[in-house]
Every structure is written in structure tokens, then in C-alpha cells.
């Protein structure tokens, strides 16, 4: 029979798959109706509809996606005990500090300018409820879960070396998207030099693995 703490932490992942399923239909225009961030998968340079990579060129999209099959396996490992086990810490331990490093990333250069984020020719306003649910509740949902609820977690090489490996796949993803459309998905890459950028993107993975690290130190 479940506990007190194993019904939580289900609760906790249903409310996380929830926010993450509004997130998702309010990109795709099912609700609110008018967020304004539809423009940028409809206009770019010459009116162009769409684009190479689409939704999946934004690491948002990307940290989202695999934050909602992370919430997805949490509530089907309640319900079946120890299912899919070597998918849930492969995916799990790797989306916790991804997600982390999104809402560090984000936050901070939202606040600042929003023109290191969103292209002038295509200004969007996010809701604040939206934007937290795709830039927030992602990260804070997840790390609480693995703070306080996971009791199962080790610490692998192998998560390492999956944070480095998409992290050179990410880099790879945005340069071809970018040889393919002509822009950076974020104005503020266009800033760097080739080195320079790989380079920033070398940090974010150190970045996460340094939250990964501290998330094992802590628990």
C-alpha cells in the first residue's frame, strides 16, 4: 500500500504533467488563443511560414518535451513499481538539471533584455502564467521531486556523459538549423564568434553537470 510520501510525490508529478500540458496547448493555439508566440513558427526573413527545426529548434521546447515523459514515468512507476527502469534514470537524471539550466538561463536574460531571446522582426509577450509553465514550474517541480522524494537515485558516469553528448548534439542541432534558415533561434548567439559559441555551449553542459553534482551532494 502507498504512503503518505509516495502519494505526494504522485500528486506532485500529476500537477507537473498538468502545467506542462497547458504549456503545450497554449504553443499549439488550443488556449489562450492569441499568446503571441505563434508569430515566430509563422513569419521569419521573407514570410516564410515555417521553418527548419520549428517548435524542436527551441531548447524550451526540447527541456519540456522530455520534462513531461520525466512526470509520465514518475506516475506510471506508482502505478507499476520499478517500470522502465533504465529509460526513468537515463531520461530523469539528465531532464533535472536541463531543466535547471533553462530557468537559470532564462529568467535572468528575460529581465534584462528580451531581445537576446525573441527576434525584433517577431516580438511575442508570454502570459505570466504560460511563461511559467514553460520556464519555471518545469525546474522547480522536478528538483523538488528529486530532493525530497527520490530515494533511488546514484550518481553515473553515464549521466555525464549523456549532459555532454546533448549538449554537442544541441550545438550541432542549432548550427545546422541556422546554416538551413539564416538566424540563430536566439539573437544572442548571433553575438559569437564559431569558437566563442561553442564555447557557451560547452559552460551550459558544465553548468549542468555542476547541478547534478550538487543535487547528489546535497540528497
Not at 550518481?155 to 534558415?181: D, P, Q
Request: charged content about 15%; aromatic content about 16%.
Amino acid at each position: 500500500m502507498a504512503t503518505t510520501k509516495e502519494w505526494a510525490r504522485l500528486l506532485l508529478n500529476i500537477v507537473g504533467l498538468l502545467s506542462n500540458a497547458y504549456g503545450f496547448l497554449s504553443l499549439t493555439g488550443v488556449f489562450p488563443p492569441d499568446i503571441g508566440f505563434g508569430g515566430l513558427f509563422q513569419v521569419c526573413n521573407n514570410n516564410i511560414k515555417s521553418f527548419e527545426g520549428e517548435k524542436f529548434i527551441f531548447l524550451t521546447i526540447i527541456g519540456l518535451t522530455l520534462a513531461t515523459v520525466t512526470f509520465a514515468l514518475k506516475v506510471i512507476r506508482f502505478v507499476i513499481p520499478n517500470a522502465l527502469e533504465g529509460i526513468y534514470k537515463s531520461v530523469a537524471y539528465v531532464t533535472t538539471p536541463l531543466e535547471g539550466l533553462i530557468t537559470l538561463l532564462y529568467w535572468p536574460m528575460v529581465i534584462y533584455s528580451k531581445d537576446l531571446l525573441q527576434h525584433q522582426e517577431v516580438p511575442f509577450v508570454l502570459p505570466l502564467p504560460l511563461d511559467m509553465s514553460l520556464h519555471l514550474w518545469p525546474a522547480v517541480l522536478l528538483w523538488i521531486d528529486f530532493l525530497l522524494f527520490d530515494i533511488e537515485f546514484v550518481r553515473s558516469k553515464t549521466h555525464i556523459y549523456v549532459i555532454y553528448i546533448f549538449t554537442l548534439l544541441y550545438l550541432g542541432w542549432s548550427s545546422y538549423c541556422f546554416a538551413r534558415n539564416g538566424f540563430w533561434v536566439y539573437p544572442f548567439l548571433a553575438e559569437f564568434s564559431t569558437i566563442g559559441r561553442a564555447t557557451f555551449f560547452m559552460l551550459c553542459g558544465n553548468v549542468c553537470i555542476g547541478m547534478y553534482e550538487a543535487g547528489k551532494k546535497i540528497k
